[in-house]
DNA sequence: TTGCTTTATGAACATTTGTTCATATTGAAA
DNA sequence: TTTCAATATGAACAAATGTTCATAAAGCAA
C-alpha cells in the first residue's frame, strides 16, 4: 500500500504524494506544524481535505516523512564527493567551497524551508533535534576538524584545537544561513548578510594559516 | 482594570499575574505557543482555565506580554553599564566579558526560556521577529563594531571592517548559546560546549591583536 | 463583623480540527 | 468498451480548544 507501483516513470499517486509534501513543507515552515491544518495544506493544493488521507495516515505522518527528508538534505551532506588527502590539501579552497554552498543553499527554496521546519521543530521534537545534533551538526563538524588536523600536520595552517576550530568555522555559517532566511520572510534586502559568508571565509583563513614567506622562500 | 492597584508590596493579583507569565513561559518554551493550551497553563498552576482571564483578555495577550518582556531581557543589553571610551580602551576584557555574560546566560533559567520562546516564534511572528533583529542583532552589533573601531584607532587591533568582525564575535556566541539550550533539552552534558564560549574569545582575539612587542619594545 | 472589590469556579458555548466512511469519480489494463 | 483498483468528494463525528458568564469564594477596608 506504501510501496512504489509504477514501473518506470511516476504514477499519480506518488506525484500527488510529493505535492503533499511540498506544499505541507512551505505551510509547516511558516505556520509552524500545529498552526498548520490539514484544511490548509487540502486548501492549497486545491483538493479536499479527505484526499490526503488516501496518501498519508494522518497530519502527523506528513510531518515524519519530511523529517525523514531532513537526513538526506543537501545540507547534511557538505563534504560528500571529497577524498580526505586531496580535501585537506586544498586549505583554503576547501573552506570556500563550503562556505559558497551555505551561501547557495540559503538561497535555495527547498532547503530554506527544511531549515526553517528544522530550526521551529528542533525545541520540541526530539526526533528533528537528534536530526539536526547528528547529521547536520556532529558529523560535519567532525568531518571538518579532521581535515584541518590534517593541514596542521601539512604545516598549512597553525597547530591548535581542531574541534574548536571547526566550531568556529560552521557557528557563523550557520548564523548567517538564519539571517538570511529571516531576512527574506520579511522580503529584506539580503546583501550584507550575503557579502558576510565570504567575509568570513577570508577571515577565518588568514587567522589560522602559516606565512609560507619567511620558512620556504 | 490593569493597572497597578497596591501601594506597596505586590498585591496578590499582580503575583498571580506573574505567576501565569512565568507558567506561560515555561510551557511556550517546551511545547510551543500553539501547542500549549489555556487549560495546561492553568493546570500547571492547579488553578481552572476560567480564572486566567480575569488577568488577561485572551491567549493572545499573554503570548504579547511575555514578547514585550524580551526586549528588557538581560540578553539584549550586553553594554549597558559600560563607558564607550572606557570599553574601547579596556580592549580583549571588553570581549571576555561578553564572553562570559553569553555563557551565563545559557545557564539562567528565564532566559533559557526567553530564548526558545524566540527562536520558535521568530519564524512565524513578525513582531518577534523586529524585536529580535532591532534589539538583540542590530543594536549589539552596532555598539561593538563602534567599539571595534575605536579599538583600532587605539591601534589595539588590526584595521579592518568592524562590522564584520562584530557578527564574527557574534555568531558563535549565539550559535554556542543555542547548542547549550538543545543539549539541556535532553539532560545531555554541556560541558564540551562551555568550553568554546572561553575558546571562541582567545582564538578571536588572537586573531584581531596587534603585537606589540617589535613596535614598542 | 459588614460591605465591596477582586479573583476563582463550574458549566456551557461556538469553533476549529483531525479523522472516518460510504459513495462518486477517475485512470489505466483487459 | 468494460472492469477494477486508486483516488477524490461530501458529510459527518468526536474531541479539543478558546472564551464567556452567572455565581461562589476570598481578600481587604470600614
Do not use: C
Not at 86 to 115: H, M, P, V
Not at 150 to 165: A, F, N
Amino acid at each position: 500500500m506504501d510501496g512504489d507501483k509504477g514501473t518506470s516513470a511516476l504514477s499519480k499517486g506518488s506525484k500527488t504524494k510529493a505535492k503533499i509534501l511540498k506544499t505541507a513543507l512551505k505551510l509547516f515552515s511558516t505556520k509552524g506544524y500545529k498552526a498548520t491544518t490539514v484544511r490548509d495544506i487540502a486548501g492549497a493544493m486545491g483538493v479536499k481535505q479527505s484526499a490526503l488521507y488516501n496518501h498519508f495516515k494522518n497530519k502527523d505522518e506528513i510531518l515524519e516523512t519530511l523529517i525523514g527528508d531532513l537526513t538526506s538534505s543537501a545540507i547534511v551532506h557538505l563534504f560528500d564527493d571529497k577524498d580526505p588527502q586531496e580535501a585537506a590539501r586544498s586549505g583554503k579552497a576547501l573552506l570556500a567551497g563550503i562556505g559558497t554552498k551555505f551561501k547557495l543553499l540559503s538561497f535555495d527554496g527547498q532547503n530554506e524551508a527544511l531549515f526553517k521546519l528544522l530550526m521551529q521543530e528542533m525545541f520540541r521534537n526530539e526526533r528533528v533535534r537528534e536530526i539536526y545534533n547528528e547529521h547536520f551538526y556532529q558529523e560535519n563538524v567532525k568531518k571538518l576538524s579532521t581535515y584541518l588536523f590534517m593541514m596542521m600536520q601539512e604545516e598549512l595552517i597553525r597547530s591548535s584545537d581542531p574541534l574548536m576550530l571547526a566550531n568556529e568555522f560552521f557557528a557563523p555559517l550557520f548564523f548567517y544561513q538564519m539571517q538570511v532566511s529571516l531576512l527574506k520572510q520579511d522580503k529584506k534586502s539580503t546583501s550584507s548578510v550575503v557579502s558576510l559568508f565570504e567575509k568570513h571565509v577570508e577571515f577565518f583563513w588568514e587567522s589560522i594559516r602559516i606565512e609560507k614567506k619567511e620558512s620556504l622562500f
